[in-house]
T-cell receptor, first 112, second 120 residues
Framework: GQNIDQPTEMTATEGAIVQINCTYQ??????LFWYQQHAGEAPTFLSYNVLDGLEEKGRFSSFLSRSKGYSYLLLKELQMKDSASYLCAVRDHDSGTYKYIFGTGTRLKVLA | GAVVSQHPSRVICKSGTSVKIECRSLDFQATTMFWYRQFPKQSLMLMATSNEGSKATYEQGVEKDKFLINHASLTLSTLTVTSAHPEDSSFYIC????????????????FGPGTRLTVT
């Protein structure tokens, strides 16, 4: 079956570092995405991993371990505007078609 | 960058009526569009994959006769919620994929701004 798990909520302080974990189980793994979503808005792309290792983009980094079915999103120098939901999504290749499976999302609250 | 629009952005309808939501790719052709549903404080749930010129592929548990999807052109897909009920109230988001797919980038899947449906 397909399953993606993330913590439901996290709280951190402005200027700190936070790590949001994601574990997944899919039959046709073909890449992992992280999206940011503010309430009432569509998701916006943050990062993509398909090979093991760390991808860094400014204050955001994403890590993938395919053997462990594990990824994390690392946010540095947290800002108030980073308060949002963070969605882990897996691109799954099944029967010749691609689709995206989203985790439950992690609501991050950044406190002053 | 590519833009996907949705119309309407918000709609309120009475129970038993039907509502049509449009998803348009404004400056590119999208052979594939995805329809998602998101309940409050939950993640996106894929409802169906819409391919231009063919029948949509629905996810398990999604009633194809209730959620009618039409992908008549390379720039337009529509989702019609038939005989809507209060439990259908949700945030509906479409996304479009450009061909050839720009794998692993922001451009792989462009999201529309979403449609907030409230059924009274």
């Amino acid at each position: 079956g397909q399953n993606i798990d993330q913590p439901t909520e996290m709280t951190a302080t402005e200027g700190a570092i936070v790590q949001i974990n994601c574990t997944y189980q899919t039959s046709g793994f073909n890449g992992l995405f992280w999206y940011q979503q503010h309430a009432g808005e569509a998701p916006t792309f943050l990062s993509y991993n398909v090979l093991d290792g760390l991808e860094e983009k400014g204050r955001f980094s994403s890590f993938l371990s395919r053997s462990k079915g594990y990824s994390y999103l690392l946010l540095k120098e947290l800002q108030m505007k980073d308060s949002a939901s963070y969605l882990c999504a897996v691109r799954d290749h099944d029967s010749g078609t691609y689709k995206y499976i989203f985790g439950t999302g992690t609501r991050l609250k950044v406190l002053a | 960058g590519a833009v996907v629009s949705q119309h309407p952005s918000r709609v309120i309808c009475k129970s038993g009526t039907s509502v049509k939501i449009e998803c348009r790719s404004l400056d590119f052709q999208a052979t594939t569009m995805f329809w998602y549903r998101q309940f409050p404080k939950q993640s996106l749930m894929l409802m169906a994959t819409s391919n231009e010129g063919s029948k949509a592929t629905y996810e398990q548990g999604v009633e194809k006769d209730k959620f009618l999807i039409n992908h008549a052109s390379l720039t337009l897909s529509t989702l019609t919620v038939t005989s809507a009920h209060p439990e259908d109230s949700s945030f509906y988001i479409c996304s479009a994929v450009v061909r050839p797919v720009t794998w692993g980038s922001e451009g792989e899947q462009y999201f529309g701004p979403g449609t907030r449906l409230t059924v009274t």
